[in-house]
Antibody
């Protein structure tokens, strides 16, 4: 079964750091486009970052320079290292697999999310 | 950066057709997809490549994309379709290539 399971969320003080993990099963992380998407309380979806199968990484302007996406091929796991956290980073963080077969791009598998709360 | 605009809300009666729009500059030149997010759940892909339905998505969901507007259409809307709907597009030429619309809350009453 194709599945994504996020972990690592919690309560963190402003300025702190946190690492999120996303364990994949049923497919190979390194052969896919893997994303982090977040949703602040009562708000819409916000794309955060992607790591392409070739290793290229991209970020939303709101997290550039503070967040780092990476993957561990041996553990088939995606990560998001978050630093200099702000109150506005408070959200549910989802990992999602994207497919891009014909110049399109859509996320067909999503995890259940992990909650990050930035507060003193 | 690229932006997608959706109406914040839409109300329909059961059995009616719901049309949710998503606007962006020359959106018709890109592929659009749509996600359904029911309260307390993760998003689910309902339309990809403008008008294709993933396995398991009912036939009442359809999509189109032309000019500056993509549209998600739900025919014969059911109470279970009440949810938030998000469009999404990809612009590989930009530094932040993935964009979501702001979402539309569909109410079936």
């Amino acid at each position: 079964e194709v599945q994504l399971v996020e972990s690592g969320g919690g309560l963190i003080q402003p300025g702190g750091s946190l690492r999120l993990s996303c364990a994949a099963s049923g497919f190979t992380v390194s052969r896919n486009y893997m994303n982090w998407v977040r949703q602040a309380p009562g708000k819409g979806l916000e794309w955060v970052s992607v790591i392409y199968s070739g290793g290229g990484t991209y970020y939303a302007d709101s997290v550039k320079g503070r967040f780092t996406i990476s993957r561990d091929n041996s553990n088939n796991t995606l990560y998001l290292q978050m630093s200099s956290l702000r109150a506005e980073d408070t959200a549910v963080y989802y990992c999602a697999r994207a497919l891009s077969p014909w110049g399109d791009y859509y996320m067909d598998v999503w995890g259940k999310g992990t909650t990050v709360t930035v507060s003193s | 950066s690229y932006e997608l605009t959706q109406p914040p809300s839409l109300s329909v009666s059961p059995g009616q057709t719901a049309s949710i729009t998503c606007s962006g500059d020359k959106l018709g030149d890109k592929y659009a997809c749509w996600y359904q997010q029911q309260a307390g759940h993760s998003p689910v892909l309902v339309i990809y490549q403008n008008n294709k339905r993933p396995s398991g998505i009912p036939e009442r969901f359809s999509g189109s994309n032309s000019g500056n507007t993509a549209t998600l259409t739900i025919s014969g809307t059911q109470a279970m379709d009440e949810a938030d709907y998000y469009c999404q597009a990809w612009d590989s030429s930009t530094a932040s290539p993935v964009v979501f619309g702001g979402g539309t809350k569909l109410t079936v009453l």
